[in-house]
């Protein structure tokens, strides 16, 4: 059974950083591709940034280029996103999600397992 946990989200102020985790488990997660996704109320997901598995290469949504940075660490099975400088504007629920794939793809169909989420609240 598949599972990703998401953790570290909460409420900071504007200019703040946070770093959230998702832990992996039931996968061979070194060969997933892995993504973050979020969704604003009354808003669809959107992407947010991605690792490939094969070459590390990593994409970012524009809006969060320069502040967020999207890690992993195959030893423990967790990728992490680093945000900071963060707007009230990010604020969402956060979602890992883990696609197969030789890279990985800003687009939520490719990614075949999702975590439950955690709320990121900034406020102004």
């Known amino acids: 059974q598949v599972q990703l946990v998401e953790s570290g989200g909460g409420l900071v102020q504007a200019g703040d950083s946070l770093r959230l985790s998702c832990a992996a488990s039931g996968l061979a997660f070194g060969t997933y591709n892995m993504g973050w996704f979020r969704q604003a109320p009354g808003k669809e997901r959107e992407f947010v940034a991605s690792?490939?598995?094969?070459?590390?290469?990593?994409d970012y949504a524009d809006s969060v280029k320069g502040r967020f940075t999207i890690s992993r660490d195959n030893a423990k099975n967790t990728v992490y996103l680093q945000m900071n400088s963060l707007k009230f504007e990010d604020t969402a629920v956060y979602y890992c999600a883990a696609g197969l794939g030789l890279v990985a793809n800003t687009k939520a169909r490719h990614y075949d397992y999702w975590g439950q989420g955690t709320q990121v609240t900034v406020s102004s």
């Open positions: 690792r490939s598995w094969f070459g590390g290469s990593t």
